[in-house]
C-alpha cells in the first residue's frame, strides 16, 4: 500500500520546473546552458515598490493580517480594476492570496465537487489540469491550434458544456501561447456562459498588461456574465514581483465569501510586508511600467525574425505575454542524433541536451506538438539560444 495518497499519486510534476531545474543542474556542472524555461520577467522591482516595504518593515508590519488581506489593499484592488478595466467590485469582494495560483486553487475548492467538469480550452497553463484534478474534479480539453492563434470559440464552448460543467478556466493573456482574446470574442463566449447558469467563468488576466497590439478586456467586464466570474490576477507579471506571492481573485458575493472561508483554513492572510508594498504598486500609472513592456515588445520582434531561420519550426506571432509556442510537428516521429522524437517534450529534452537551450515541452500545455520558450532573457542571450537550435536542428 502506498504511504502517498491517490490524490497526489494522480498529479504530475510541474513540467516547467522539471526542465529548469534539469537546465540548473547542467549549469552547475560546468555546462553553458541557456534556460528560456520560466515566465519571470528578468527586471528588478521598481524601487518604490521596494521602499514601501521597507517601510512596511519599519512601521511593524508583521503580524497577521485578515484572511482576504489588509482592506487599504483591498480597495487598492477595487481601485486598480476600475481604473483599468471599468469593473466595479467592493473591497469586500476581493480575497487577496498567495499568489494568483492559490487565488485559481481557492474558486476551484469553492465551487468542484467531485467528478464535476472543468473545460480548458488547450493549450492551457501547465498547472490548470493538475489543479483540476487535485480538486477531485474532471478536465475538459477543446483543442486548438496554431492555425487559429490557439483560441477558442464560443461554438466550441457550447459544444463542450454537459450538465456536469461547472467552470470554464483560461487565460487571456495565454501562457502558453501568448494570444488574446479580444472584445468581440469576449463577448461572444459570454453569450454562451449566461445561457448556462451553472457555469463559472474562471478568468486568468495575470499577463494584462503584456499586450503589445490590442486592448485587454476582462470577461467581467459584460453584466450577463459578472455573477458567474471570477477575475485573477496578481503582481507577479507586471510588476516583476514573482517572489512577493501576491495574487488576487475579484468575484461576485456568494465567490468572495466562498474563497475567504477556503483560505481561512489553508493559508490564512498573504505576507504582510508583500502586501504593503502591493498596495504602492497598484496605485502607480501603469505608463511608470512601460519601459518593461517595451523591452519585451523588442524581444519578441527579435525572436520571431531569427525564429523563421530554424528549419521545421511553425511559429506565429504572438501579440501578448512574452512567450513563443512554435509548432514542431516536423520533428515528431524522426530519429535525432539517437532520440526518438515522440512528442514535444522529446524535443525540449533533446535542444536541451543537444543545443544546451532550456524550453518546455507541450504535452503538459495539452499541445504535444508545441514547445514554449520564454523570451524574458537578455537579447544576446536570445539571439545565441536561437543561434544554437539552429545549428543544432541543422546539424541533425
Known sequence: MSKISDRLNRLSYSQTFVMSNKARDMKAAGIDVISLTLGEPDFDVPQKIK????????????HYSP??????????????????????????????????????MNVLLAIVNDGDEVILPAPYWVS??????LVGGTSVFIETSIDTEFKFTAEQLEKAITPKT???????PCNPSGSYYTKEELEAIANVVAKYPHVTIISD?????????GEHVSIASFPQVYEQ????????KAFAMTGWRI?????????ASACDKVQGQMTSGANTVAQRASITALQMDPLELQYMITEFHKRRDLVFELMKDIKGFKCNLPKSAFYFFPDIS?????????????DADDFAMFLLENAHVGCVGGVSFGSPECIRFSYAASEDDLREAMKRIKDCVEKF
Do not use: H
Open 128 to 133: 490548470y489540469d493538475e489543479m483540476v484534478k
Open 67 to 104: 484572511v482576504p488581506g489588509f482592506l487599504e489593499l483591498r480597495q487598492a484592488v477595487s481601485a486598480k480594476l476600475k481604473r483599468d478595466n471599468d469593473l466595479d467590485y467592493k473591497p469586500s469582494q476581493i480575497c487577496v492570496a498567495n499568489g494568483a495560483k492559490q487565488s485559481i
Open 229 to 236: 466570474t471570477a477575475v485573477i490576477n496578481g503582481m507577479s
Open 166 to 172: 461547472k467552470a470554464l478556466l483560461y487565460s487571456s
Open 247 to 255: 495574487g488576487y481573485s475579484a468575484c461576485p458575493d456568494w465567490l
Open 330 to 342: 516536423y520533428f515528431i516521429g524522426k530519429n535525432l542524433n539517437g532520440t526518438e522524437i515522440k
Open 205 to 213: 488576466e495575470i499577463y494584462e498588461f503584456i499586450n503589445y497590439e
Open 51 to 62: 521602499q514601501a516595504a521597507f517601510d512596511a518593515i519599519n512601521e511593524n508590519y508583521s
